[in-house]
């Protein structure tokens, strides 16, 4: 008769301490190795990855042209100069102060595309109107950078093509243009100086 912990049977083998951990313990090997594998694979996925992304980075020339620094400090009130950012044209307007004041005496909710100045421009900055000096209906470059050319009815820019007209802010006022001189992204560097992109 076996007591608790004691093996009468000389045959009878003794339970082999351990085996049930070793039966667990083999799972978990493979289970360790199958992630070591696919941890490897992922640093070799990661390795390829790389390179290919560093490829398709743009290269720094190619950057250089991504953003553009203009200095403003020469635009007299009342006119604007027109640069080239992406190869596209781009306004950069010093609005006078009548300018500013007619571009927010317009209830920004009877516009096509309704925006006020404010938000088209930089705080303490209302005064530099920066668009795509691209129309928004067929792509045309409006007229009225500068105060010799035709700025239509309502003092911004006018289209040649068909005819668009754009306020002192840029918005669509009149014509088939659908919305208002897109503004790209830009920030002023410093009191003269900004960057396009
Ligand atoms: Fe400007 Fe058509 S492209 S009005």
Not at 2 to 9: L, P, Y
Not at 137 to 155: D, M, T
Request: some cysteine; overall charge neutral; hydrophobic content about 40%.
């Amino acid at each position: 008769m076996a007591t608790s912990g004691v093996v009468d049977d000389p045959n009878q083998r003794p339970p082999v301490i351990g085996a049930a951990e070793e039966g667990e313990t083999g799972p978990r090997r493979r289970d360790f190795l199958g992630i070591a594998a696919t941890s490897f694979m992922g640093v070799g996925a990661v390795a390829v990855v790389v390179p290919i992304v560093n490829q398709m980075n743009p290269s720094a020339d190619v950057l250089a042209l991504a953003s553009i620094e203009v200095d403003v400090s020469k635009v007299a009130e009342g006119s604007g100069i027109k640069v080239s950012w992406r190869k596209q044209p781009v306004f950069l307007r010093h609005l006078t102060g009548k300018e500013v004041t007619e571009a927010n005496a317009v209830a920004a909710s009877t516009l096509r595309d309704p925006e006020t100045l404010a938000q088209r421009t930089k705080p303490g900055h209302t005064q530099w109107l920066v668009t795509m000096a691209v129309c928004t209906h067929l792509g045309c470059v409006p007229l009225g950078i500068v105060p010799s050319e035709n700025r239509g009815e309502y003092g911004g820019y006018f289209c040649p093509c068909h005819g668009s007209q754009y306020d002192t802010a840029g918005r669509i006022r009149k014509g088939p243009a659908p919305k208002n001189l897109q503004v790209p992204e830009y920030a002023f560097k410093s009191a003269s100086t900004v960057q396009i992109g």
